[in-house]
């Protein structure tokens, strides 16, 4: 497989990945009565640490490189535990769309800015193309959230700088997985160990907020679909596509969660979108398409064919 169709296949994991995250603030409304918290715990917690049951004999076979590789993974499983409580409480404070669009579209600068701070790479125009077009339709997206209550505006402040935390926090432990894959660990192992840690840590908010989650069997199916469709399955496709592309790609790519969150919004909850948040939607598609479409090479000259040698690189 060449280099260029695996990173098209990692980016089609992701983009399944981030349609899947995509229904969480659709199925987390049918639940009105469980906290933030309660949910971010349950859905990331027991998603976690059923990605390090299935990881176990991958855990025990790179057991000696996950020692060496320590730092990148305990960043990655703090952030991990930090994520899911400021991604649902932002969502709650300052409505789902807006909650939804700021995490994921302020994490694609984020994981851009740690990767060319502590990696040193360069940001390709394309990449810049692509995540300025996506980030103008997740703004316009913001600013046209679909019909719901009006929001107070000391909460929605509040719920945009948690939202700001959930995109740092998004970005770290993608470039935490994937820094870790590239030190040689095994997508399935790097994943298990990050989601797994990250999984116990959050462990406590769930014994403390989780009562809710049993008062009903419509909350006790809406905190397992949580943990096993989008946080279980979704993670396992996203951890497959980190292993074929760079963490700011595919932060990038998980722009679309956003468009399938006003989608499904406007499909099962009865929201409307105005004519704006479809444009928005729009943008999002055309960076997708930016940053998933392969470049058709064009084959350069043979210059000793061509007897023509003072114009090589």
Known sequence: MSRHSGAGIGALFVLAASALWGTTGTVATFASDVGPLAIGAAAMGI?????AAIAAPALAHARFELRRRWPSILVGALSVAVYPLAFYSSMRLAGVAVGTVVSIGSAPLASAVIERVVDRHRLTR????????????????????????????GSTAVGILLGLLAGVT?????????RTMQGGVPSRAAMGAIFGLGGLLLMPVLLATGGPLLASWTNVAVGAYMAIVPMFLGYVLFGLGLARVTASTATTLSLGEPVVAALLAV??????LPAAGWVGVGLVIASLAVLTVPLRRTRMPNPRASGDLQHLP
Do not use: C, F, K, N
Not at 47 to 51: F, I, R, V
Not at 170 to 178: E, T
Not at 267 to 272: D, H, L, S, T, Y
């Open 267 to 272: 499909v099962i909850v009865g929201e409307r």
């Open 126 to 153: 394309r990449w810049m193309l692509g995540a300025a077009v996506g980030l103008a339709g997740v703004v316009l997206l913001s600013a046209t959230e679909p019909g719901g209550e009006a929001q107070d505006g």
């Open 47 to 51: 998603g976690g640490l059923l990605q």
């Open 170 to 178: 998004y970005a770290l432990y993608s470039w935490a997985a994937h």
